[in-house]
Structure formats: C-alpha cells, structure tokens
C-alpha cells in the first residue's frame, strides 16, 4: 500500500468513527482530498486507492492539472478556493463543484461559461465573522442565494466555511452549529467544512463534505 493509501485508510477510519460519534450515515459524509500544491502522483496514488473527489485552491493549478489527468474519467474535481471572474472559465469548464461563492459577478461568469451539468455551488459563510476570511456575512447569505439560484447551469447545493483555527475543538462547535442553521433556514442540504484540523468534530455537527489535505498527503510545499 502507498503512503498516501494508508493515510486515506487513516483518514477514512477516523470519519468512520465521527459519524458514530454524531449519529451520523456514513454514506451522507462525502471526503474531499485537497490536492493543492500536491503532485499530480500522488493524486495519481489516492485515486488509485478508490478517492474520486479533489479540491484545488488555485484556478489554473485545477485547469492544469485536470488537463493532465484526463485519463481519470470518472475524477470529480472542487475547486474550494476565492476565484476572480477573469478565471471563472477555468473552473467553469472542469469543475465538478465550486465551493466558495461570495458574490453575484463570479456567479455570473461561472453561469455564462458553463454547459450542463449543472456546477454544484456552495455559498461560502464567514461564520467567524473574521476580517481575514472570505464568505458573505450569515445575514447575507440569503440574499446572495436568491440571486445566485436564478442563474442557469448552476446548482446552489449548500453552505462552505472555514471556521477560526482553535486549540480546544470543542470552540468551534457553534461555528458549524451555525452554518448548519443557516443552511437549514434556506432549506439548502450539504455543508462542505471540516480540515485536517478540526473534521471530526466538524462530522459531529453536520459535516457532509469534510476537505482534507495534510493529513492525507503531507505537509504543502510552499
Ligand atoms: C487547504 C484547504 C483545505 C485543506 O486544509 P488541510 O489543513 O491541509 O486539511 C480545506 N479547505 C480549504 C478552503 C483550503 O484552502
């Protein structure tokens, strides 16, 4: 078995036992190997090992990347990071999922770019309310998803975010509380949160697509 194969088993055992934990079907809490800054080997190495799902920070590193791994059919590739409308077309062209809208004009540029399949949106929430993080405020989701949810070739699934980082886990549980009861006010199902850092507890709280980098393949170079 590779390296990267045991630590997706890791990494699949330790989900496993959050959704024990939280009363959760496994089969409702989808994994996201993030593959930024990772060589297309070692994608090469997970796929291998049965992962299907891939998140990407950055527009071109998705588009190159998906370019050479055209061979891998049934690969699902999420892009999870901010966007600018100049690189919409990227994404809008090989993505699977966008995971971080924030406002209408990117949206609109991914709509216009895109064929069917629908994109699977995720309208990312600033649930920490940090100045140094993306996503729109709790109270502007809403408005931001009815203007998004118009558009055509696109699917609004879900809410993303990516909570402050804590030493003591246990923080952070009213963060994923919230973006759960923000979803639910919008009758929205998935919610894509949960790192290396805090997944398991993520789970506990509702996590349906936890993304997952370091403890799958290392630490990033930079
Ligand atoms: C890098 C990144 C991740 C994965 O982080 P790890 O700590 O490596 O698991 C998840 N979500 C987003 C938005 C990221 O940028």
């Not at 199902?189 to 290392?218: N, Q």
Request: glycine share 6%.
């Amino acid at each position: 078995m590779s390296e990267v194969a045991q630590r997706l088993k890791a990494v699949q055992d330790r989900i496993a036992k959050a959704c024990e934990r939280g009363k959760r079907d496994p089969s409702t809490v989808k994994l996201i190997a993030v593959s930024k800054l990772q060589s297309v080997e070692l994608i090469r190495e997970a796929y291998a090992a049965g992962q299907r799902d891939f998140g990407e920070n950055y527009a071109q590193e998705l588009r190159d990347k998906s370019a050479e791994l055209a061979d891998l059919k049934d690969i699902r590739w999420h892009a999870i990071g901010p966007l600018q409308s100049n690189k919409a077309k990227y994404i809008a062209k090989q993505a699977f999922a966008f995971h971080a809208v924030e406002n209408l004009n990117v949206a609109q540029e991914l709509s216009k770019r895109r064929s069917l399949p629908k994109l699977k949106l995720f309208i990312e929430v600033n649930v920490g309310g940090e100045l140094t993080k993306s996503g729109v405020a709790p109270t502007e989701a809403r408005g931001l998803y009815d203007e998004v949810r118009a558009l055509p070739n696109l699917e609004v699934v879900g809410l993303m975010a990516l909570p402050p980082l804590a030493d003591d886990l246990n923080i952070l549980r009213p963060y994923f509380r919230k973006l759960r009861a923000v979803a639910q006010q919008l009758g929205l199902k998935e919610l894509s949160t949960g790192t290396t850092a805090d997944f398991e507890v993520a789970i506990e709280e509702g996590a349906t697509y936890v993304r997952i980098g370091t403890a799958i393949f290392g630490a990033r170079e930079s």
